[in-house]
């Protein structure tokens, strides 16, 4: 009976695998029917707006083609920026590039009726912005300024301004969103593709990194600064200059503080500045009304049948956000007012427009979504592709319709589908659209730029902001200082807070703002008056009344005014702002972004807040008080300034024996200095104490690791030759893993060749992960790498052990006798991809075991990927990598720089002290790079400590992960990844 059964199960299994193979080899074309567009009138039928609004064409094809931007001159002229070759990496064939269109309405009639090519030739065109006459471009890896200087449409002054930000190979996370700011300055969102830009005209390469920030561009010296950012394609400015992003499945986003505020402290370790307000976050639900793709169909069909990778989204074939794009808020004139404030947001994919109310009494506002189970805008067209919108000359929101049938990146598709798909279509064909109220009539196009100086003026106070941004560059760009009088005058007694909102900075742009204007305004009844004012204050020079004033505000009864106080004040030098931020710390320290704000204040004042807050004994005693003070401590210790370790040597011997955990945490800082001068008094005793407590735990054989662990970072502040024997013995090969870890951790921050030498005599008893740490201990500095390679050459450390893509990223400038070493082995044990590739081709033959496969996943990829809850979120989305099919997986698996994404890409950091740290960005902020390392560690380097910083453009997935994964396990590896629902 037996014997018969195994050759029928045999059998069974042989009929699954050639079903499964003539699946996956099946052509679908007969289930993938062209969708053809409509024409515009068509379209326009297809829209379902929210009662109470119209739609109406102003604009489409032939006059204009792929559209992704608009910006409007201060005479209403029209400028679009056209992006046809999106998607062109799946096409070969196609050679058309970017330009800027120039649409004028000729009979005023609210349409734009003239089409002009202002600028041609200008690859991945994908934002503009007007001004002095003429426009930014941004087209990565450059801005652009355009000109027309003889009137005939075109432009003919071309000047490259910035150059250096970096191309998504999909074309969706570049720079984009030029918008003109309260500050007089155009911000620029960089996107997730960031760069590293330089002035245009630079040629000696003195470059700065943009990554996820946003630029604060000056049109008139062309300089620029960095500050808050990220999101992936939209960027908004709302009636206060507060910043909102959007990225594909997060739909709203703020930019919760200004970065630029770090650099007062440059030790400061931030969180990331964007932060979600949608309350469902990427979960958030919209209501398309348009047919499902029959593509999008198939693929989840397909996906729930495991015949492709990739979720199937629990069987739904859309309903959720994967395209938002082009965040905007609303801040016109045409709609109740009730609107203004109003965030929308594009899906493109969903053909629809969302909208959110803002509860905006906290911090951070909570974007509701507008109305239930309903959008703001909804079309039954699959081609509509709401990319970006705009705030118009008439109040009403402009909406950029790129018009294309897949809006898709063609990259990340499956390719048994792509084949079938015209990903170019609709290349040619664009629309924009005017969303406005039922009963709204067109009005004349203003013409701003004949106005005079003092008429501008009067548009400030406009209740269309449109109008009032326009104004203010227009007198910026003017700089005409007769009308300082008139603007001041607006500043004091308009009726409208916005107005006397823009006058201020109107007359900071006009280098005429005085602190008696600063004085007026911190004194005003609308509390964001209030706010702008003491952002103001920041550009003048310390008043004592104006300083004064704004100290009796971090009482003030609203709460971002009280924030704002605290950020203006922590950079003043006076003893009267310390103390009053000590009040202030005691009462609202608990609150993330007020003990961010207070911070943010420079090593010296943070140092008098310091001194302040563990006077107070019944602040330093709460759990509060304690963690604020530590993470105050942590600060004045990587300044390596020897007065502020004095002053936490000086709080420490106040305490008393009842206070022991508090001084515990205060002197592991201490210690943690760059600073290795003697603890004396009080201080002193308890760093003996702990020390000696640290020693006792290691010499214990049955201590329990975690102390030993805490032990061993302890230790490894002392002098080498003081703890060389406890390192070694925690080496030894009867520990743990975890105090392997620590071992090696520890010994990665001495310099000398002594630590490096005891690494390599610990090799052999050490596991795979704590060899991945030792590797890293050891390409940390140049002269432990030349000892590793000594090792390798007199095979103390087997080469088969050593990641020799790794060992490469090392090697420093490519002609360096040590690249040129490390080079040598290297390559003399390199094989070809292409020929590892093949090899492994079997796999894709082979009935893999998906139960076996997850085990494989787990020790091989869950460091870095995560899947089914298991492993972490660092590398690439595998879901978004399984639709592309097993072979093209495989590819990757085996070849990882074939193709690399911005996000995952391998940087080399060199500290001031000569270390050197490899790794992919985790994450970032003004002050701090932290890098997720190869031995799945991260590590935070404070800018200030960076001597230099490059991108490798390696991926950050090692070559070589099949050398642990045979053709059997990466067939049941591609099993698993198939098998996820």
């Known amino acids: ?26 052509d679908y074309k007969d289930q993938l029917p062209f969708i053809p567009p409509k024409t515009p009138q068509d379209s326009l039928k297809a829209f379902k707006a929210r009662p109470g609004f119209k739609i ?17 001159d ?7 920026a056209e992006y046809p070759e999106y998607n062109a990496y799946a096409n070969p064939d196609f050679k058309q590039q970017g330009r800027i269109k120039l649409l004028q309405d000729s009979n005023n009639d609210g349409t734009y ?4 090519i202002f600028a041609d030739n200008i690859p991945y065109a994908a934002s503009v912005f007007c001004y002095d006459g003429g426009i930014f471009v941004g087209a990565a890896p450059d801005i652009w300024f355009f000109k027309d200087t003889n009137n005939d449409g075109k432009a003919d002054i071309r000047k490259k301004v910035l150059t250096g930000f970096g191309r998504d190979h999909a074309g969706e996370a570049m720079l984009n969103s030029f918008r003109w700011g309260l500050d007089n300055r155009i911000h620029i969102s960089t996107g997730m593709a960031g760069g590293e830009i330089r002035l245009g005209d630079d040629t000696k390469g003195n470059s700065t990194q943009v990554r996820n920030q946003t630029i604060l561009l000056d049109p008139t010296t062309l300089s620029f600064e960095k500050t808050s950012g990220g999101g992936q394609h939209g960027f908004s400015l709302d009636n206060y200059n507060r910043a909102y992003i959007c990225s594909n499945s997060e739909p709203a986003q703020i930019l919760a503080f200004d970065t630029r505020y770090l650099s007062r402290n440059p030790y400061v370790q931030a969180p990331a500045p964007a932060v979600n307000i949608t309350p469902g976050s990427k979960f958030t639900r919209i209501f398309r009304i348009s047919p499902d793709e029959p593509w999008r169909i198939l693929r989840t069909d397909l996906r729930t049948k495991g015949v492709i990778k990739g979720s199937n989204e629990d069987g739904k074939v859309s309903g959720f956000f994967t395209g938002a794009t082009g965040i905007t808020s609303y801040r ?24 959110a109310r803002l509860d905006d009494k906290g911090i951070i506002p909570i974007a509701n979504r507008a109305e239930p189970e309903v959008e703001f805008l909804a079309s039954a067209d699959n081609w509509f592709r709401p990319v970006q919108m705009a705030n118009a000359p008439d109040g009403c929101l402009y909406v950029v319709d790129m018009y294309r049938g897949l809006i898709e990146g063609a990259a990340f598709m499956p390719p048994e589908m792509v084949k079938h798909l015209n990903v170019m279509a609709g290349f040619d064909r664009g629309r924009i659209w005017r969303i406005s109220p039922e009963n709204f009539k067109p009005k004349s196009n203003p013409k701003l730029g004949s106005l005079s100086s003092s008429e501008l003026v009067a548009l400030l106070e406009h209740p269309n902001g449109w109008h009032r941004d326009t104004a203010s560059r227009l007198l910026f760009q003017k700089q005409d200082k007769s009308i300082t009088n008139l603007v001041r005058d607006l500043a004091k007694n308009s009726k409208s807070h916005l107005g006397k909102i823009h006058a201020l900075w109107v007359l900071q742009g006009l280098s005429s703002l005085e602190n008696s204007d600063v004085l007026q305004a911190l004194d005003d009844q609308h509390p964001r008056v209030r706010e702008q004012a003491l952002l103001l204050s920041e550009k003048l020079p310390p008043a004592k009344d104006v300083r004064s004033r704004m100290i009796t505000l971090l009482k003030d009864p609203d709460i971002k005014v009280r924030l704002q106080a605290i950020y203006s004040l922590a950079g003043a030098d006076d003893a009267t702002s310390a103390k009053a931020l000590g009040d202030i710390a005691i009462a609202l320290g608990k609150d993330p972004y007020f003990r961010l704000a207070l911070l943010c204040a420079s090593p010296d004042r943070t140092e008098a807040l310091f001194s302040h807050l563990i006077n107070d004994k019944s602040f330093r005693v709460s759990a509060d008080g304690m963690a604020f003070l530590g993470t105050q401590a942590k600060n004045l210790s990587a300044s390596g300034l020897p007065r502020s370790r004095s002053v936490l040597v000086a709080a420490i011997n106040t305490l008393n024996d009842a206070e022991k955990p508090l001084a515990n945490t205060l002197i592991r800082e201490v210690i943690e200095s760059p600073l290795r001068t003697p603890v004396e ?43 060389q024997e406890l390192f070694k013995a925690s080496l030894d090969s009867s520990k743990s893993p975890m105090v392997h870890q620590a071992a090696l951790e520890a010994l990665a921050k001495y310099e000398g060749s002594d630590a490096a030498l005891l690494v390599i005599s610990a090799w052999p008893g050490l596991g795979p992960k704590a060899k991945a740490t030792a590797l890293e ?55 070809s991809r292409l020929e590892v590739f093949n090899q492994y081709k079997k796999a894709l033959e082979t009935q893999g075991d998906k139960i076996r496969g997850k085990e494989v996943f787990k020790a091989q990829c869950s460091a870095c990927h995560q899947l089914e809850g298991v492993g972490k979120s660092v590398g690439a989305d595998l879901s978004a990598a399984r639709s592309r099919g097993l072979e093209s997986i495989l590819l990757n698996i085996i070849d990882p720089n074939r193709e690399v994404k911005p996000a995952f890409v391998t940087y080399v950091i060199t500290t001031t002290s000569g270390k050197i740290i490899t790794g992919m960005i985790a994450s970032e902020s003004a002050n701090s ?53």
């Open 56 to 72: 109406d064409l102003i604009v489409s094809e032939p006059l204009i083609g792929s559209p992704v931007a608009m910006d409007f």
């Open 113 to 116: 009726d003239k089409s002009t």
């Open 929 to 981: 790079i932290t890098l997720w390392k190869a031995d799945h560690q991260n590590e935070t380097i404070l800018r200030n400590n960076i001597e230099e910083m490059r991108s490798t453009g390696i991926s950050f997935m090692p070559e070589g992960v099949e050398k642990n994964i045979s053709i059997t396990a990466m067939a049941d590896l591609l099993a698993y990844l198939d098998s996820i629902r």
């Open 777 to 831: 201990a050891l390409l940390s500095r140049n002269s432990s790498t030349e000892l590793l390679l000594d090792a390798i050459t007199a095979k103390k450390i087997p080469k088969g052990e050593v990641d020799l893509g790794r060992l490469k990223l090392a090697s420093g400038k490519k002609d360096s006798p040590l690249a040129k070493k490390i080079s040598q082995l290297a390559d003399a044990s390199s094989s």
């Open 332 to 355: 016109g004139d045409a709609f109740d007012p009730k609107h203004v404030g109003d965030i929308f947001v594009g899906e493109v994919s969903g053909n629809l427009i969302y909208q």
């Open 681 to 723: 008094g009080n201080a002193g005793k308890i760093l003996d104490a702990l020390i000696l407590d640290a020693r006792k735990s290691l010499e214990d054989p049955k201590a329990n690791p975690i102390a030993q662990a805490s032990a061993l970072k302890l230790l490894s502040n002392q002098e080498f030759a003081n703890a």
């Open 74 to 80: 201060e005479n209403s002229n029209l400028y679009v």
């Open 1 to 26: 009976m037996l014997r018969r059964i195994f050759p029928l199960s045999m059998l069974l299994v042989m009929v699954g695998v050639l079903g499964f193979l003539q699946a996956w080899q099946k």
